[in-house]
């Protein structure tokens, strides 16, 4: 199975200020249709989890702009501008290119 | 869209259930669909996906356990578990491709 490590467990962040999470996969994500399937989901405290990002940087409907993803083959990584008090919650990375799917640990983002 | 799991409860080790995960607002039968848990202040945890033509996929942790399985008529996907362990307990959601969840249901596994 494909592990997907996530640094760093947890950061603080003022608000307007930027963040940023890696994600690193134990092997290249890169599909045989030339595509990387690499998620971003988001959990905010007590709610049910939602993607934001799908395939490396493509933004889901609704999602700010000030969220952005970039990277490749096994490196990944989750952009943060100007961080809101609505951003805090944990962050997981979730590859879908190869069977079975698998998440990060999480990186919780607290507001300092 | 909205997806609404039932079926949890509290179960005894190595006992069975059936999750079910009622879907509307979006033609369901066209999109693959995942069953994903979280064990109580843990990260999310993949446990099962079924494609649009019903092809499956199983974590490790769960194959020859539980059985994902849907019924396009009825808008609804099923998670079968069965010999349960303690380490199951969870809230289980279910999700249409990533993108959308259900609100969770708790399975807890203890005598």
């Known amino acids: 199975d494909i592990v997907m490590t996530q640094t760093p467990l947890s950061l603080s962040v003022a608000i307007g200020q930027s963040a940023s999470i890696s994600c690193k996969s134990s092997?290249?994500?890169?599909?045989?249709?030339?595509?990387?399937?690499l998620n971003w989901v988001f959990q905010s405290p007590g709610q049910s989890p939602k993607r934001l990002i799908y395939q490396v940087s493509k933004l889901d409907s609704g999602v700010p702009d000030r969220f952005s993803g970039t990277g490749s083959e096994t490196d990944f990584t989750l952009k943060i501008s100007r961080v809101e008090a609505e951003d805090l919650g944990v962050y997981y990375c979730?590859?879908?290119?190869?069977?079975?799917?698998?998440f990060g640990s999480g990186t919780k983002l607290e507001i300092k | 869209v909205q997806l609404v799991e039932s079926g949890g409860g509290l179960v005894q080790p190595g006992k069975s259930l059936k999750l079910s995960c009622s879907a509307s607002g979006f033609t369901f039968s066209s999109y693959g669909m995942h069953w994903i848990r979280q064990a109580p202040g843990k990260g999310l945890d993949w446990v099962a996906y079924?494609?649009?033509?019903?092809?499956?996929v199983y974590a490790d942790a769960v194959k020859g356990r539980f059985t994902i399985s849907r019924d396009n008529a009825k808008n609804t996907l099923y998670l079968q578990l069965n010999s349960l362990k303690s380490e199951d307990t969870a809230i289980y959601y279910c999700?249409?491709?990533?993108?959308?969840w259900g609100q969770g249901v708790m399975v807890t596994v203890s005598s």
């Open positions: 979730c590859q879908g290119s190869y069977s079975p799917f698998t």
């Open positions: 079924i494609s649009s033509s019903s092809g499956t």
């Open positions: 092997q290249s994500l890169k599909y045989s249709d030339g595509k990387t399937y």
């Open positions: 999700a249409r491709t990533l993108i959308d």
